[in-house]
């Protein structure tokens, strides 16, 4: 799974990059392509990651829904917001303190992925 979040990661950061870069605007429909990825990782979430206070799990499923109504409404900036805001912070919960060394490193020294 630890690839997996790492992968979903990356893809929202690359597409709220591009969004921001190249002004696209199809933020959602960009988006509709990582749902099942999406879906995975709050499954996964939901039936392996206990203990935690209430109120996370509620927020994440908040999350959810605003994926939801974006998809329904294509709302760029909620999608948006969702994704880079709220599930990205979920998913840095699993990624390491390695992890985000290392990318800092590749970036700095100029060799991207």
Known sequence: MKEKIENLYETINFLGFNATYSRDNNYVI?????????QEFVQWFFTNI?????GVYLNL????????TALREEDNVLMMDALEQGLSG????????????EKETS????KAD
């Open 61 to 68: 499923t908040d999350i959810l829904k605003d994926c939801e």
């Open 107 to 110: 970036h700095v020294d100029g």
């Open 30 to 38: 960009n988006s509709r392509e990582i749902i099942p990825q999406i």
């Open 50 to 54: 206990s203990g935690l206070e209430e």
């Open 90 to 101: 979920y998913l840095e919960m699993f990624l390491s303190e390695e992890y985000f060394n």
